[in-house]
């Protein structure tokens, strides 16, 4: 029933989004008389902030066509290499890319947002890198004889990926995905896989989330995952295709996500309410271009937002040594070829200082030299792969971690 209210709150909101879009359109046409009668302006400001907030959100694009290197624009190129049920491969490559240049892997998050939340991370390293992306499905959009997809899948999905691009590729995996990134630079490792990455970078990542715990990690704490699979998990409705499947929806995560700030939210849309009834137009498209990206949202499968909180979260599965894959534990001994890079934000609410860091200690048989750890000074969750502390201070440290010790 979960499911079904929702869609029924959206299908209403859908239809006031559009009348409020219309009203706001009303009161700021200079053809009518309702434009000038004083409370306009406000009042079309207001209705067009209700009208976003309330507007449905579909998967975006990431609509990278070109970047600029030093003085010169360079077009890009995007194709999806790689198609599976649960997720694609899709590559960005810029025209007068040395032939010689890094290739580089980023694992996008299954967190609820699409892999276009990363669209400033890809941005930035198609300067100096061809890059590669994992473009997650929406569960709901999967039909249910696809079969199911855990963690074990997930793994299973990077290695393939990574073989795809062939040997001396590099890894960037950003939040979640950390921990599987880092069982599948263990398990290729362990099997000297020809195509182990040469370098992984883990962003801001719940490897230990014992140290510096953060309100998102008491939560999974504080119940048994039995309340998990009881309150959070629902069915597809029959209108979409993967009718039926037991998901983790989007729209929870993203009500978990807003009610951490929801002063700051709400204190975004009043700014934006107030650079509209100035005219400031730019200024209140920035606001929309965020809340775009972050309001759409996606379901997860069930069994990998369980399995997810139940190993990584609560049992802690990694730092205890007693992760595993397809019926065997992953070794992080094994890591002997790999660099690591740990990068974390000062001021990061998600994962605290220090659960990224854990890997370095993990993977002890690894030379010294092949470690890096970097704190990103000043800089929140979303501050280490997107913005101007991404661009400027964090990924020159990838970029020069990457020419380091890939090829």
């Known amino acids: 029933m979960l499911y079904h209210a929702y869609e029924m709150q959206r299908a209403w909101l859908s239809s006031a989004s559009a009348w409020a879009s219309i009203g706001a359109e009303l009161l700021t046409n200079p053809r009518l008389p309702m434009g000038y009668m004083g409370l ?54 810029r025209d007068d890319l040395p032939e010689d240049a890094p290739k580089l892997l980023i694992i996008a998050p299954m967190s609820g947002h ?41 793994i299973d999905y990077i290695i393939e990926f990574l073989e795809h691009i062939g040997p001396n590729a590099n890894m960037m995996a950003v939040c979640q995905p950390s921990v599987p ?11 000297k896989h020809p195509c182990m990455p040469d370098t992984l970078t883990m962003m801001g990542g719940p490897i230990d989330t014992r140290e510096s715990p953060t309100t998102v990690n008491d939560m999974a704490m504080e119940r048994p995952i039995s309340w998990f699979r009881q309150t959070v998990i629902a069915t597809v409705p029959m209108n979409h295709r993967g009718a039926g499947r037991r998901v983790y929806p989007g729209f929870l995560q993203l009500a978990s996500f807003m009610s951490m700030n929801l002063g700051a939210h709400m204190l975004s849309h009043y700014e934006m309410f107030k650079h509209l009834t100035k005219g400031d137009d730019d200024s209140a498209q920035a606001t929309k271009d965020f809340y775009d990206e972050y309001r759409a949202v996606c379901d997860m499968t069930a069994e990998f937002y369980l399995q997810t909180v139940e190993e990584v979260f609560q049992k802690h599965s990694i730092p205890n040594g007693t992760f595993v894959h397809r019926g065997k534990v992953v070794d992080l001994h094994e890591i002997k070829q790999t660099a690591i890079l740990a990068v974390e934000g000062e001021r990061d609410d998600i994962s605290g200082l220090g659960q990224t860091k854990a890997a370095l200690t993990l993977a002890d048989k690894l030379s010294e030299k092949k470690k890096r750890y970097y ?18 201070k964090v990924a020159p440290v990838v970029e020069e971690f990457i020419a380091d010790h890939s090829g």
């Open 40 to 93: 306009g302006p406000a009042a079309a400001s207001a209705l067009e902030v209700f009208a976003h907030a309330a507007a449905p959100y579909g998967k975006p694009a990431f609509g990278i066509e070109t970047v600029t290197v030093g003085d010169t624009q360079h077009a890009v190129t995007e194709a999806t290499v790689v198609n599976k049920p649960f997720g694609d491969l899709k590559r960005f490559v």
């Open 114 to 154: 699409y892999a276009t939340l990363l669209r400033g991370t890809v941005e930035r390293m198609i300067d100096s890198c061809e890059v590669y992306i994992t473009d997650w499905a929406d569960a709901k959009t999967v039909p249910q004889h696809e079969g199911s997809f855990d963690l074990d899948d997930y």
């Open 181 to 191: 990134a880092f069982a599948a630079t263990a398990i290729m490792n362990r099997d």
């Open 375 to 392: 704190v990103a000074e000043g800089a929140g969750h979303y501050g280490i792969f997107n913005g101007s502390k991404w661009r400027d």
